[in-house]
């Protein structure tokens, strides 16, 4: 059962909102080849600002994730396409369907 989660915000660069959208989208694969990682999410929470949300059966799968392939193309990328620096916010899970 899915106990721990991610929810990481991203603000993009003025003008650089759709390089944002497609670079989060194309991390998909990344995140289908993560043991671990048991749901991921690619959201658009306004037109500048973009998340991911991720969850995972414990603690070790979160930090797989972290320390893995998305999360490094991401802050090598931050700078370029990002306002501000992703926040990153370790969620525990209180209650889920469909992703036992």
Known sequence: MVQVGILARLKAKAGK????????????????AEEGT????????????????????DTSGRDAHMNGEIAKALMANASALLSEDPTIEYVDILSAKGAE
């Open 38 to 57: 048991i749901t991921w999410y690619a959201i658009k929470l306004s037109d500048n600002e973009f998340g991911i949300f991720d969850s995972f059966n």
């Open 17 to 32: 909102e759709k390089e944002v959208e497609e670079f989060i989208k194309g991390a998909l694969p990344l995140a289908q």
